[in-house]
């Protein structure tokens, strides 16, 4: 093989290599987070996040740092070939997701066309009000504040969180486990087809009222049970008189406090204490 052919033959290979790298390096890209950066108007106060997201997952984590930093991607999609009359179905990634803050408020929403998957850092100290719909499951982690979250069609995991929460889905488990609570704060956590599992920390002063319809209620609390309710309905139009007992099972632990309220349709309701 004379050199002419070889040198040729060597500018092909590095041509390959180049695209190949390229093309390497372009599906990376595709797979990466987008990344937001929000300051905080007064980043030495408790701010808030208030956030709404139809498709998606979301997992919100406290942090030492004073910006609120938000990590966005979706599930890879690849290009499909075998679509309406021969025509090609490019990768569309378009997120629409909007973030604004305004005095230490952060609301965040969009991603209504596709699954989302969202990371979000806050500072620790900091109150969150999410909402969603229609995809993963909720979770947050060292959030010192008070946790509003409704999460319609997955589960719900809270984990080392301080203050107070109102946790509720309809298809999915909801789980919480708090190393301190706001004290004289009532607080609900609430599904129809999961179950309920709550830690508190063992000191916790509050009034349990727990109700599972086809389920167990369990707890390592030393409960102080109250007597079941009558309720008087009156006579009804052919003159039948109607009284019920009272369907919740109601107990003080610690003396009692704030009303603690449980419900699940289809599981458990599991209250532990903190070890």
């Known amino acids: 093989m004379n050199k002419f052919k070889l040198r040729k033959m060597k500018k092909q290979m590095i041509k390959l290599v180049g695209v190949f790298i390229l093309i390497i ?3 990376a890209k595709a797979q990466e987070y987008d990344q937001i950066v929000i300051p905080l108007s007064s980043p030495d106060k408790t701010g808030a996040l208030k956030l709404s997201l139809p498709n998606g997952t979301i997992k919100v984590t406290g ?12 599930e890879q999609q690849k290009i499909n070939k075998g679509t309406k009359d021969g025509l090609m179905k490019i990768p569309n990634r378009s997120l629409g997701i909007t973030a604004k803050e305004s005095e230490n408020l952060v609301t965040v929403s969009g991603g209504y066309n596709r699954d989302v998957i969202m990371e979000i850092q806050v500072p620790t100290k900091f109150d969150l009000k999410l ?3 229609n995809g993963g499951d909720f979770t947050v982690e060292n959030i010192n504040g008070n946790v509003e979250i409704t999460n319609h069609n997955a589960g719900i995991a809270a984990r080392n969180i301080s203050g107070a929460a109102i946790l509720n889905s309809h298809n999915g488990d909801i789980t919480a ?14 599904t129809f087809n999961g ?15 727990m109700r599972s319809e086809r389920n167990d209620i369990l707890t390592d609390f030393e409960l102080n049970l109250k007597e079941a309710k009558t309720k008087e309905s009156g006579r009804d139009e052919d003159g039948v008189y109607k009284i019920s007992i009272e ?16 419900k699940t349709y289809n599981g458990d309701v599991i209250i532990r204490k903190k070890k």
């Open 247 to 262: 369907e919740w099972t109601v107990g003080d632990v610690n003396g009692g406090g704030p009303e603690m309220l449980f």
């Open 177 to 190: 486990t708090f190393v301190s609570v706001t004290p004289d704060t009532p607080m609900a956590f609430t």
């Open 63 to 74: 942090y030492s740092g004073k910006d609120v930093i938000l990590k966005v991607s979706t």
């Open 195 to 209: 179950d309920v599992d709550i830690t508190f920390p063992p000191t916790v002063k509050a009034t349990f009222k």
């Open 131 to 133: 909402t969603g719909h």
């Open 25 to 27: 390096v372009f599906q």
